[in-house]
């Protein structure tokens, strides 16, 4: 394989002017294709077997006219002191602000006077207004009418804000992406000594995501995909487009002070660094793919699309970086004001560098760092063990937003719960008698005495004409609903409870009645989607984990290297986790990091982050051991091969994580919860793996092993293929080294 490599690299080195024009050709195919064949996406998901979605579905299939899945908006409004909003003045400030809510999207907007969604003091209420579509799907004129109203109400002298799911505050993550190429700008150019050599890695990367993210929006031209479809791609693509052009670009320079033509060092540079490049990339690929797992469609799709990404990132890292490395001239080969410089060389006991020094202290410390390192570790990941999941609400969104406001007048005046009603929908398709299935659902719910602050049910029993009206409507629809509202917020631990306490009360109804009752709401599909994460969790951990062993036992030709870097993957997951739930569900350090209120974790975030930090996790092993590898198999003991090949990647992989921080922690500066704690979780976790896990629990674990660190049974080193990562095969079929002080000429081995 490193043959087959070297010979892609120095071929595209030589040719640079195709090699460039197929991939300029490739990004102007897809950019042309996202402007023109581009289609909608949609911001649902679908995840089968869930009863809450289940009954969504019923909903929509009966009566497609309702519009279940359409977004919502609640207009929470406050009379001032010594009025009420019953009182003429304000209520026609509330009709008339309702008339100007409206526009061709609205399909209603119930007005509090109707609904009777006023507090006793008559001073609070809330309207709720429903769209015909998501929320992404409203336009400017929708946004327009809505802050109208808004307007309308504060200039009559009203406390007014705007909840729900139809217009989303904007979380900012200044200007992520930006702040993460500035950042890694920096780092590029302190690591290499030369702004030209650092814009090339940006450049690959950024075409890498250009052709991606206009790939995966021609694709909705053909198939639907989630609105947020393009955002994993975007920030992984970005961040291992960048790592891997990072790790070639140092082989590169570093061949080169060695004394390689420019030519033949970008072969070397793409057969030894490239193989491992190759490598990672598959593990960030397998981990992606992986989300499948869960069976939750915008999570697959999001995998998918990101995992496209890295294929990408791959292929220009192998091809195009070389091609444009041989336009930058030895400025770029030869740069010496960078942290990347000649390596140091055995018995000489000046310059060395921070890398080697901090390797040949892990190696002689060993014990002492593997059990500081486990502790440290260990302590950090412990809260992990209260972790909570669900859907956050606005409860923790910024307190000057309109969101939080509205959230915070209703909790006040209505209950906490009010912010979250329970939708029950019972189906009647199967009673003997519908009406009397009904009350028998409304009995029961009312028979469930633990944290129901109200049930609002279909009818009035006692009311012949509203008796005959749902019967009217069974006949039509089969099915009814009925409202009830929790005393506890959308995401508190009660309301899940509740959730389950009525789900079991109505375990019997269907024996008892033939009708059968579904919990919903938004509330109850964070809960079902978040404890189907959980159940699913361990099984994407060891299909994930289990085919990146394999992939790593073909890597590394060891059964011991590979289970040290699947269970050091398990300390940066418990790390990051563990520090986020101090963070945001206990409330640790949230004043000094701008965090307003705790909540449970967001649901995806244990998905997520296994599928994003263990790709990164294997990127910087493969990185690490497979230059501790190539000396070892080159004759060096485990001792001196540990230290040599952690001096040569150690000063890589520190860059390549202070620029992964850099972006996550961009995300963690957002204002909108759900960006801030995956952005946390993920700075968290790459500077936990990088620094803590492999650059000193893993070395420490090498060197007490030694040379047994490189097992395996003699029958499975026959059967598996020689991949030949190292390169082993290069010295003796590519030109001897020159020493540095040869010269180089002008166009060596390079085409005009």
Known sequence: MAWLLFTLGRWCFRHRWPVIAIWVVVLAGTGVGSATLAGTTKDSFDMPGLESTQAFALIKERSPDASSDGATARIVMQAPAGQRLTDQGP????????????????????????????????????????????????????????????????????????????????????????????IALVVLAITFGSLLAAGMPLLTALIGVGIGITGITTLTGFIELSSTTPALATMLGLAVGIDYALFIMSRYQHEVRAGRSRADAAGVAIGTAGSAVVFAGLTVIIALVG?????????????????????????????????????????????????????????????????????????????????????????????????????????????????????????TNFGAGANGPLTIVVDTRGAADPVAAVDRAVTTVRSVKTDIAAVEPPVDTTDPASVDRLRKQLAAVDFTIISVMPSSGPADVATKDLVATLRAAFATLPAQTGARALVTGTTAVGVDIADSLIDVFPTYLVVVVGLAFVLL?????????????????????????????????WGWLSGLLGIEATAPVVFILPVLLTGILFGLAMDYEVFLVTRIREEHVHGARAHPAITNGFAHSARVVTAAAIIMMGVFAGFAASNAIILQTIGFALTVGVLADAFLVRMTIVPAIMAIIGERMWWLPKWLDRALPNLDIEGDSLKTQVPGQRTDATPIPKHDNVRS
């Open 91 to 182: 209520r026609a400030r509330v009709e008339a602000a309702l008339k100007t809510v409206t526009t061709p999207h609205v399909s209603y907007a119930a007005s509090p006077f109707d609904t009777g969604a006023i507090a006793g003091d008559e001073r609070t209420g809330y309207a709720t207004v429903g769209y015909d579509r998501q929320a992404m799907d409203l336009d400017a004129a929708d946004k327009s009418a809505m802050d109208d109203a808004v307007r309308q109400l504060k200039d009559a002298g009203l406390v007014a804000a705007v909840g729900g799911d139809a217009f989303p505050d904007q979380g900012e993550a200044p200007a992520s992406e930006a702040v993460g190429v500035l």
């Open 291 to 411: 989300l499948a797992v869960c069976g939750i469609t915008f999570l697959t799709e999001m995998g998918l699309a990101a995992a496209a990404t890295v294929a990408v990132a791959v292929l220009i890292a192998l091809t195009l970086l070389p091609a444009i490395v041989s336009l930058g001239g030895l400025r770029v080969a030869r740069a010496r004001k960078g942290l990347i410089r000649p390596a140091h060389q055995p018995g000489d006991t000046e310059h060395k560098t921070f890398g080697r020094r901090w390797g040949e202290f892990v190696v002689r410390h060993r014990v002492v760092a593997l059990i500081a390192g486990l502790a440290a570790a260990v302590v950090i990941a412990v809260p992990v063990l209260s972790l909570e999941l669900a859907l956050p609400d606005d409860s923790t969104a910024p307190a000057d937003s309109g969101r939080r406001q509205a959230y915070d007048l209703i909790s």
């Open 553 to 585: 036992i073909l890597v590394f030709r060891s059964l011991l290297v590979p289970l040290k870097a699947a269970l050091g993957f398990l300390l940066s997951i418990g790390i990051a986790l563990g520090a986020t739930v101090a963070v945001f569900q």
